[in-house]
């Protein structure tokens, strides 16, 4: 997986396709007839699947990058990841 920081050091299109399979990933979760704590132990492993090489891909991105813009891209990147997680 690569992906680099657009010049806007916002979230690259990669993962923002990904937060939206994440989204309906937790859209399904909630339906589950399942306890809130047991639904969100099940998700765990679930998200952190689908979600660390892209933020990891997102950290490889911001290496080259100075170190004001790197720590900008990367807080953007998680902010999405944050967003889409709180919804």
Do not use: K
Request: aromatic share 4%; proline share 11%; glycine share 4%.
């Amino acid at each position: 997986l690569h992906v680099s920081a657009p010049l806007d050091l916002g979230p690259p299109a990669a993962l923002g396709e990904q937060l939206a399979r994440v989204r309906e990933v937790l859209d399904a979760f909630s339906g589950a007839l399942l306890p809130p704590a047991e639904r969100d132990e099940a998700l765990q492993p679930v998200l952190a699947a689908v979600l660390e090489p892209y933020l990891n891909a997102c950290a490889q991105a911001a290496a080259p990058l100075p170190p004001a813009e790197g720590a900008v891209f990367l807080i953007n990147c998680l902010l999405a990841c944050q967003r889409t997680l709180l919804d």
